[in-house]
């Protein structure tokens, strides 16, 4: 199995790629900022892992780097597309000007550029009749957020575009499947977790939030054929905070 994964360096990416690996896969991975992370994950592994730097939501650098992974890989048998941003961006107390970039920057990155790396990769899965595309989404993606609404509706958008690409490619052998975590100990809910982690753990019914490898795990298992049949579901990791 050959698996291009965006957002390798770090969190819920890079728990996914030691996973993926243990597996079995050969795994691309990218990364944007953390360089030394993303070499030290290499080093690690060892053999049948390859990271390069690329900001996915820069349209212009993707068809080349699925042109790196193919080199690497041969194939992509699986897209995890998992990169993403967050920040606050709260209804009242900021500028329109903020607001709007707000939306933009992670529309960029959370949907366009899973987007748009999707078609890209879907052309040789085409070819070959054959491919997975998971997308990491989120509980956020269902519930409403409260001062990040920009971030819930792109984790939304993506959930249904993982419904469009199961619905309209299955024919031609393509799966497409979303994971939605809860809330996890990664670098991106860290502050959040430092401010108020025992009111978010008090939010799960299972009393803790979830690290890394707990998400990972699951990604692994539905990379699998063994989870081909599950097209188009979203499969919820939240620990029951969330249960729709």
Not at 138 to 165: P, V
Request: aromatic share 10%; charged share 20%; net charge negative.
């Amino acid at each position: 199995m050959n698996v291009l994964l965006t957002g390798g360096s770090r969190g819920i990416g890079r728990a996914a790629v030691r996973a993926l690996h243990e597996a079995g896969a050969a795994v691309f991975f990218t990364y944007n900022r953390e360089s030394e992370q993303a070499d030290a994950l290499c080093k690690e592994l060892g053999s049948r892992v390859w990271a390069q730097q690329c900001d996915i939501s820069n349209h212009a650098a993707l068809p080349a780097l699925v042109d790196a992974a193919l080199s690497r890989l041969g194939t992509i048998d699986v897209l995890v597309n998992n990169a993403a941003i967050f920040s606050e961006n709260p209804f009242f107390g900021t500028d329109y000007d903020s607001w709007r970039s707000g939306w933009q920057r992670t529309f960029g990155v959370n949907l366009f550029g899973a987007a748009n790396l999707t078609f890209l990769v879907l052309q040789q899965m085409h070819e070959r009749k054959r491919g997975k595309i998971l997308n990491i989404v989120s509980r956020a993606a269902h519930r409403g957020e409260l001062t990040f609404a920009d971030y819930g509706a792109s984790k939304a958008a993506l959930t249904n575009f993982t419904k469009s690409i199961a619905r309209s490619c299955a024919k031609d052998g393509i799966v497409a499947i979303a994971i939605a975590p809860g809330f996890i100990e990664t670098d991106m809910a860290a502050t959040d977790i430092e401010e108020r982690g025992e009111e978010l753990s008090a939010e799960v019914p299972m009393g803790y939030i979830a690290k890394p490898e707990e998400v990972a795990s699951i990604i692994a298992f539905f990379a699998s054929d063994a989870a081909n049949y599950a097209n188009g579901a979203t499969i919820d990791v939240n620990g029951g905070s969330y249960v729709r």
